[in-house]
């Protein structure tokens, strides 16, 4: 399995906080959701996970993403896929 200490940290999701080169995010609503989905994340060169947690009206929630190296490398910034809150 994956490191999963990212998950502990403070980090609001980049639809909120926007974050560099992050490309494609999940949320969660608990820690061990967020865990399960590592496994099944798919990583290509100069591409890493990434994630937090944070909260909103909901309530709690942590989220898991891919980070890249370069941007222009990777494609179409238009084209980031998200997944959840403000991502639908």
Same mark, same amino acid.
């Given at each position: 399995m994956?490191? @999963?200490q990212f998950l502990d940290e403070a980090r609001? !999701?980049?639809?909120? !906080?926007p974050m560099a080169r992050v490309v494609n995010w999940s949320?969660?609503?608990s820690r061990? /959701?967020?865990g399960e989905h590592l496994p099944h994340v798919h990583l290509g060169a100069g591409? /890493?996970? !990434?994630g937090g947690h944070g909260q909103d009206s909901i309530g709690p929630y942590?989220?898991?993403g891919v980070q890249v190296d370069d941007i222009d490398r990777w494609g @179409? !910034? /238009?084209a980031v896929n998200k997944h959840g809150r403000?991502? @639908?």
């Open positions: 994956p490191n @999963d609001e !999701v980049p639809s909120v !906080v949320i969660f609503r061990e /959701a967020a591409q /890493a996970l !990434v942590w989220w898991v @179409d !910034v /238009a403000q991502g @639908d």
